[in-house]
């Protein structure tokens, strides 16, 4: 007896089940919400089961639906890992990832590691959700995006946070700057010039806070904004200094930018890959997943070659 649905039905039946709301999965399988209903009520009549109860508020899995999802994730994980691994195939494998991130990760780091796998996966999309550190979190807690790249989430219970790097803090100047020419750089030094802070809604300035609390003489914003790359802006532009982690840094050879490292105290903060605990990634995922790691071997093995830092 014929079973009459198809690749396209599973994959918004995972959709939902993962997302437990209609209208999230159907942007998530990028169809329209009647589609996406069509879909489902068509998979459900061909298996003679109800596989979802829903209301007007939520949707739930009934306890057939719970076993037939986690034996579809299984087919389309295993279906995935095929493709993935013919020789040839997968370079026109199509897909899509969705990876949350802080935006100070995203120019000179997120990019290096997104540019490796567009080059071994040239037809898998990669969506990137920049946004501040609690709604990169959220984004992940709720499975609008498959991992994510953040400084917190280590005390989450149900979010594995995996180590990729310790970056401190510098101090972003114009090279035309007082302080450019300087091997390091104390927070009184730079509460001399006019200071440029992220707002009180951005992870780093509460993680800042919590470090320069006794700090006596520290700098005090004359002009605030949300994100670090917009402090690089304006700091480009001449209206003032900046302190930004060293990974939203351009390199030595950038033309009007320079970092000098902060001191008294040091301040750190850990970046690393957030996922839901207990749930596998996709294949596609879970290769751009690794892509982190292993451009981390590379990075780690460049550190130990320089001097180390003292954490404050």
């Given amino acids: 007896m014929a079973i009459h649905f198809d690749l396209n039905d599973l994959l918004a039946f995972r959709a939902v089940a993962e997302l437990n709301n209609f209208r999230r999965a159907a942007e998530a399988v990028h169809i329209s919400q009647p589609a996406f209903s069509r879909r489902i009520e068509k998979l459900e009549e061909a298996l003679g089961v109800r596989l979802l109860d829903r209301t007007t508020r939520r949707v739930s899995l009934t306890a057939v639906g719970r076993d037939f999802a986690r034996k579809v994730q299984q ?13 040839g195939v997968a370079a026109t494998r199509m897909g899509e990832v969705t990876i949350a991130c802080v935006p100070s990760t995203v120019y000179y780091y997120l990019s290096r590691v997104i540019q490796r ?4 996966y040239p037809k898998i999309r990669v969506k990137v959700l920049d946004a501040s550190a609690n709604a990169v979190l959220d984004a992940v807690s709720r499975g609008e995006a498959d991992f994510g790249l953040n400084f917190i989430g280590a005390q989450e219970p149900d979010i594995e946070f995996s180590p990729l790097l310790e970056e401190r803090f510098v ?4 090279r035309d700057h007082a302080l450019a020419r300087k091997r390091r750089v104390t927070w009184q030094e730079l509460a001399a010039f006019d200071f440029i802070a992220v707002s009180k809604s951005s992870g780093n300035r509460l993680l800042l806070d919590q470090a320069l609390a006794g700090v006596h003489g520290r700098p005090q914003a004359v002009y605030e904004a949300q994100h670090v790359t917009t402090l690089l802006g304006l ?7 900046a302190a930004v982690p060293s990974m939203a840094m351009p390199g030595k050879d950038h033309p009007l930018l320079v970092s000098i490292p902060l001191e008294e105290p040091v301040v750190t903060r850990h970046v690393g890959l957030i996922r839901r605990r207990g749930r596998s990634l996709s294949p596609a995922a879970q290769q751009l997943f690794d892509f982190f790691a292993e451009l ?3 990075q780690s ?3 130990s ?5 003292v954490q404050a």
């Fill in 296 to 298: 981390e071997v590379t």
């Fill in 305 to 309: 070659r320089r001097p180390r830092k």
């Fill in 171 to 174: 101090a972003a100047c114009r």
């Fill in 75 to 87: 087919i389309l994980d295993e279906l995935d890992s095929t493709l993935l691994g013919i020789r």
């Fill in 235 to 241: 700091v480009e532009a001449g209206l003032g200094v």
């Fill in 117 to 120: 796998y567009r080059e071994a």
């Fill in 301 to 303: 093995a460049r550190r």
